[in-house]
């Protein structure tokens, strides 16, 4: 059974670095084939990716937001952290990590943690 | 504004047939990349609901179905039930830029 947590602070205050942990169980990322990725949702708005981390280390962001994210993974203790800097109020948001089962552009992501609100405010 | 285009809300009575749709453009389902849709239940994270335009998951009732065509997608569901009231996201994959994956804005399912 595949299960994923997020965990990390709910309050930033702006223009600090937010640093998320995903642990997660069922599933190994040494593991060919096999990524975690972040996914956040503003409150009341959609979905947004963010980043995604593979078995290789082969490592993805969005465009949007690539100078300010970091994505790591610790295979040993089954964990992928994200770190973004520069906080702002509109980073607001639930933050979730996701798993996908294979390499490729056209996996889906098929078990998503509970999510995390991060609520950034001075 | 997002790159996949979603109609903000949906409704129908119970019973009823609904469909979704997911527009894009050639640089995402138009080039060939597989759509999928996730229900996101009130207060709930994501689950995948349809996988490679078509296909369901393990659970996932048959009143649920996907199809694409061209640059668009679409989510049918039958046989409407109170239990189906949620906001459904398609995703897709982006090849502009150094490539990305990409959500629609959402749709509000309300049963009526």
């Not at chain 1, 937001?65 to 607001?92: A, E, G, H």
């Not at chain 2, 979603?6 to 009575?13: I, K, M």
């Amino acid at each position: 059974q595949i299960t994923l947590k997020e965990s990390g602070p709910t309050l930033v205050k702006p223009t600090q670095t937010l640093t998320l942990t995903c642990t997660f169980s069922g599933f190994s990322l040494s593991t060919s084939g096999v990524g975690v990725g972040w996914i956040r949702q503003p409150p009341g708005k959609a979905l947004e990716w963010l980043a995604l981390i593979y078995w290789n280390d082969d490592k993805r962001y969005s465009p949007s937001l690539k100078s300010r994210l970091t994505i790591t993974k610790d295979t040993s203790k089954n964990q992928v952290v994200l770190t973004m800097t520069n906080m702002d109020p509109v980073d607001t948001a639930t933050y979730y990590c996701a798993h996908r089962r294979e390499y490729g552009d056209y996996v889906p992501f098929d078990y998503w943690g509970q999510g995390t609100l991060v609520t950034v405010s001075s | 504004q997002s790159v996949l285009t979603q109609p903000p809300s949906v409704s129908g009575a119970p019973g009823q047939r609904v469909t979704i749709s997911c527009t894009g453009s050639s640089s995402n389902i138009g080039a060939g990349y597989d759509v999928h849709w996730y229900q996101q239940l009130p207060g709930t994270a994501p689950k995948l609901l349809i996988y490679g335009n078509s296909n369901r998951p393990s659970g996932v009732p048959d009143r649920f179905s996907g199809s694409k065509s061209g640059t668009s997608a679409s989510l049918a569901i039958t046989g409407l039930q109170a239990e189906d009231e949620a906001d459904y996201y398609c995703q897709s994959y982006d090849s502009s830029l150094s490539g990305f994956w990409v959500f629609g804005g959402g749709t509000k399912l309300t049963v009526l």
